[in-house]
């Protein structure tokens, strides 16, 4: 494991740390995204399912189990309490949050996996269609935040924790390709790196806004 995925891992819990924090001060769920945390969700899920795979137990299968189980976890809890809990369910606004993920992110993801996998089996494919669909699942939270304009800095925070996240994984698998002699280039590899460059490139327009909300102390989005 190197230093930059370790750190990736640590902004990654830090964003459900931030965003556990919004909605229990707030007590809603205003400006945050259903869609995108039902994304996450099924990446989780369709990706993780050797979760109970104990063939193999070191100090990076216990991590990887430990990281996995926060995960799927905390993801979850988040659409509990978007869907069904209440009152962050009463302030869920489902008009605003119109981004038709069936249709423009989960169907075509899975079309996508079922031509483009490094090996037709049933969990190879599924796990394929995980990393495409995480690398459009922001886009929904995005959308969203557009249209407010106005963002509070947590949810602000937790999206440019996501971004950092995917942006040190990145790194790790350049670090990896340049210094790691066992590291192959692989078309599991391309299927990887391709689809983390996309998923990096959605948050540069973030990115900038969010740098320039904490330089001037204004509105983070245009409308």
Not at 91 to 97: C, F, L, Q, R
Not at 116 to 135: D, G, Q
Request: with cysteine; hydrophobic share 50%; proline share 2%.
């Amino acid at each position: 494991m190197t230093l930059f995925r370790f750190a990736g891992d640590m902004i990654h819990l830090a964003s459900f740390g931030i965003l556990f924090r919004r909605m229990l001060q707030a007590r809603s769920v205003e400006g945050l995204s259903l869609k995108t945390q039902e994304l996450y969700l099924l990446v989780f899920m369709t990706r993780y399912l050797d979760l109970f795979n104990f063939a193999r137990v070191d100090f990076l299968h216990v991590y990887n189990f430990c990281m996995k189980i926060v995960y799927l976890s905390a993801s979850a809890t988040i659409v509990y309490y978007i869907r069904r809990k209440q009152p962050w369910k009463a302030t869920y606004k489902p008009g605003e949050d119109s981004f038709l993920h069936v249709q423009y992110a989960i169907a075509p993801c899975a079309v996508l996996a079922l031509l483009v996998h490094s090996e037709f089996s049933f969990m190879e494919v599924l796990w394929t269609f995980s990393i495409y669909l995480e690398a459009i699942a922001i886009m929904p939270q995005l959308i969203l935040m557009q249209r407010y304009g106005n963002i509070e800095n947590l949810t602000a925070n937790y999206v440019f924790c996501l971004g950092a996240y995917r942006g040190l994984y990145v790194l790790n698998w350049v670090w990896r390709y340049a210094m790691d002699t066992h590291y192959h280039v692989s078309k599991v590899s391309w299927i990887v790196w391709i689809s983390g460059l996309i998923q990096t490139a959605l948050y540069c327009d973030f990115f900038y806004y969010y740098a320039m909300s904490k330089w001037y102390n204004k509105t983070m989005l245009p409308k």
